[in-house]
């Protein structure tokens, strides 16, 4: 389950092609105000819904890349964010791919039930709807951050602690590492869904802001806010019993079925860089996985 950043499509900018996505058609009385930022009659308009910029990678399926990558910016979005998406051809635009393409993507997002669309009037993020989904792992850092994009999440605390035993093999010139422990909880129904522990090399960790870690996944820190080029993500997903902290983390019985997930993320000179060990509630999460053939 690795990934190969081998790609010919070059990352837009977040936003890139749909500066028109709400402003009023042309010719009509608002135009002006609309683009500005306001109605006609004064209110202000939410900020338009941009989504994330993404690279593509040849070598996975282009519409599963893009519906993840919608699906992070869906689900990370600001409060105040627009509901209406951009259309098609302006999607399809921003993450340089077809439009059936970004049709086939749409279409996801639709069956798992983010996104509506109604012929004529354009298609609309759906506020109320459940952001729970099974975990997938097709190779793919954006489905990474899609999966764990989208709740609630507290920082329960960090720190520097000394290599624990069983990840010494990943951290083999470092005597230390920092550890973040994290609390995601459903935005809606405020239950609690899984619980991360990620170990960072330090010269890492001294450039990451915490606050960070309350609105993105690590993932995205490590490669937005930081800046790490990430060239792959070692995946390991295995059915396990929940321990006290477990347990009491995510309000399940002793010894209930969890998820547990171990993402292992190495830089472009082939250092492992951060390690997240992850456990889901058995209850909430399925696992699946996409083999291709080619």
Known sequence: ????????????????????????????????????????????????????????????????????SLRASILGRPQDASLRLPTEEQLAGHYGVSVLTMRQALKELETEGLISRHRRRGTFIEPRARRVSPVRLLGSV?????????????????????????????????????????????????????????????????????????RWPMTKVLRDGVGVRISRITDTVEARLADPVTAELLQVPLLSPILHYTGVTYDEEGRVVDVARIRYRGDRFSFSVTVEAH
């Open 1 to 68: 389950m690795t990934e190969s950043h081998e790609t010919t499509t070059e990352a837009r900018p977040a936003g890139s092609g749909t500066a028109g996505a709400n402003a009023a058609g042309p010719g009509t009385a608002g135009d002006a105000a609309e683009r500005a930022g306001v109605s006609s009659a004064g209110r202000a308009h939410p900020p338009a819904f941009a989504p994330d910029s993404l690279v593509l990678n040849r070598k996975l399926p282009l519409w599963y890349q893009v519906s993840q």
């Open 142 to 214: 954006d489905a990474i951050v899609a999966q764990q994009s989208g709740e609630a999440t507290t920082v329960l605390g960090h720190g520097t602690v000394p290599v624990p035993g069983d990840l010494a093999e990943f951290f083999p010139d470092c005597g230390e590492v920092v550890s973040y422990r994290r609390l995601r909880r459903d935005g809606e129904s405020d239950e609690p869904t899984n619980w991360a522990e990620n170990a960072v090399r330090p010269d890492i960790a001294a450039r990451i802001d915490v606050a960070d870690l309350e």
